[in-house]
């Protein structure tokens, strides 16, 4: 390996100015607020994942400098730029980027057939924060092997209420137990995929930041991260990008994968008790322009008083308004059911809406979960289809490995399997989102009033057929409509 290409190219990080006390290394500082605690005159302050310092009032009595427990805080060096140490290059069969549950589920398979692999994290701890909904398809856990365990599984959902908005609803549900979704809780769930991961003999590395791919010869032989301050480059015969729809990975690879601004929603969620008058074995889905444009407002229980409740907009439709906005209007219009309802936590995050990434893999490479946009277009949800992928990128993996061949016409195993499993339901559920999003108020209304349960479940299945002979038959003015992107 060219250890000369081992690092990419980095900007130097910026100069201290002059009057700079001390130096707060935010790859190393774990956010504890112990520093705060101790500091004499009160110039640290600590907001969320952010740890400032008014350097100006700071009358240096190293006090938190001798507090840190991880030495993130260091006299500030000015004028000289800094770059992180390096450790030795560490050699492994995979390094997988992302412990959520695409990459925790890709690791477990791994492992389990005797491929060594190391997964790396940028959080300090996994599952937090959660940008999810929680919702959980039937079928999920069957599909990649896992029990479902009491210590995740919140609340089973039997049945799914859409509301028009003028709020006439239709619903489906399920008609025997394994038919049944769940709420689960994320924070002990992706924990608990990692542990199993780490029992089948995985290695998890955190806050860990993947900086890079490692390239020659136009080939990915591994990444360079960063640890606690300390740079290190990890060669690998396979590199797995599973850090999420944010993902750094398949672009510093030359994969296209960038999220534009028409195709992506933005997402705005309270995890809220005190909630009164819901079903809390349905989980509710409100539409309209004015409710959430392009998008819809759930609110999915995990309990009889608990329940997530948030908003996803097309960011190209919401102007000056923003998702919370959104959501606090709706929230406020509903006395009846929030009047005594606070929020216990704030989520945001993005969710692409738009056809799955062309290429998963490349030479050495493979991209699984939101990293390659493999999510249902209508309902935003990617926990089942993340899982799989990662199952079936593992699969592909132990195979080339097996072959000696780690090369894309040996990975695209993965991508071919992908693609006869969900391709063509994706590119339909992006359509029947394109539909949808272009509905007016009243559109919505009347298929409310003219929705059935079967249709409704063949829509969820991708299938088109009976939606369209319902359009022909009930409301022939949004045929045009339909044929403009169901059949384009």
């Keep these: 390996m060219d250890a000369g290409r081992c690092i990419p190219r980095l900007s130097a990080e910026?100069?201290?100015?002059?009057?700079?006390?001390?130096?707060?290394?935010?790859?190393?500082?774990?956010?504890?607020?112990?520093?705060?605690?101790?500091?004499?005159?009160?110039?640290?302050f600590l907001l969320e994942t952010e740890l400032t310092?008014?350097?100006?009032?700071?009358?240096m009595c190293r006090a938190c400098l001798i507090f840190c427990p991880v030495e993130a805080i260091s006299p500030a060096a000015a004028a000289v730029p800094r770059r992180p140490p390096e450790a030795q290059c560490l050699q492994t069969d995979v390094v997988i980027v992302g412990a959520g549950p695409a990459g925790s589920v890709c690791a477990k398979v791994l492992a389990q057939s005797g491929i060594d692999v190391l997964v790396v994290e940028k959080k300090q701890e996994i599952g937090i924060p959660k940008r999810c909904a929680e919702a959980v398809e039937p079928g999920t856990f069957e599909a990649v092997g896992i029990d479902p365990d009491p210590l995740w599984l919140r609340n089973r959902i039997q049945v799914a209420v859409l509301y028009a908005p003028n709020e006439t609803c239709v619903s489906?549900?399920?008609?025997?137990?394994?038919?049944?979704?769940?709420?689960?809780?994320?924070?002990?769930?992706?924990?608990?995929?990692?542990?199993?991961?780490i029992r089948a003999g995985a290695r998890y590395r955190?806050?860990?930041?993947?900086?890079?791919?490692i390239r020659e010869n136009d080939r990915v032989r591994g990444i360079v991260v960063e640890h606690m301050g300390l740079r290190q480059k990890i060669a690998a015969k396979i590199v797995i990008a599973a850090d999420g729809v944010d993902s750094m990975m398949a672009k510093s690879a030359g994969l296209d994968t960038v999220n534009r601004l028409k195709n992506y929603m933005s997402c705005f969620q309270y995890e809220m008790a005190g909630l009164r008058g819901i079903d809390d074995k349905a989980i509710h889905l409100y539409y309209g322009n004015d409710i959430a444009p392009g998008g819809y407002v759930w609110i999915f229980p995990k309990g009889s008083t608990m329940a997530n409740v948030g908003v996803g907009i097309k960011t190209s439709k919401e102007g000056d308004r923003t998702a919370k906005k959104f959501l606090d209007r709706f929230i406020e219009k509903h006395p009846l059911i929030f009047r005594n309802a606070s929020a216990v936590e704030f989520n945001s995050g993005g969710v692409p809406v738009r056809r799955t990434v062309e290429t998963l893999v490349g030479d050495g490479l493979m991209i699984v979960g939101d990293a390659a946009q493999l999510v249902n277009s209508i309902t935003g949800g990617g926990i089942k289809l993340a899982m799989i992928s990662g199952k079936m990128a593992a699969e592909a993996a132990v195979g080339a490995l097996q072959k000696g061949d780690v090369g894309r016409s040996q990975l695209s195993a993965y991508q071919k399997k992908w693609e006869a499993y969900q391709g063509k339901t994706l590119k339909k559920m992006f359509k029947l989102q394109r539909f949808a999003e272009n509905l007016s108020d009243d559109d919505l209304n009347q298929l409310a009033a003219v929705l059935t349960a079967e249709t409704l479940e063949e829509l969820a299945q991708g299938k088109f057929s009976g939606f369209v002979k319902l359009l022909l038959k009930k409301l022939p003015s949004l045929v045009p409509l339909g044929l403009k992107y169901l059949k384009s």
């Design 172 to 197: 489906f549900g399920a008609t025997t137990p394994a038919e049944s979704g769940w709420i689960i809780e994320r924070k002990i769930f992706d924990k608990h995929l990692a542990k199993d991961a």
């Design 53 to 59: 310092v008014d350097q100006d009032k700071c009358t």
């Design 206 to 213: 955190l806050k860990t930041t993947a900086l890079g791919v």
């Design 14 to 44: 910026k100069e201290l100015p002059l009057k700079d006390k001390i130096r707060i290394d935010r790859n190393k500082c774990c956010y504890c607020g112990g520093c705060v605690g101790v500091c004499p005159e009160q110039v640290l």
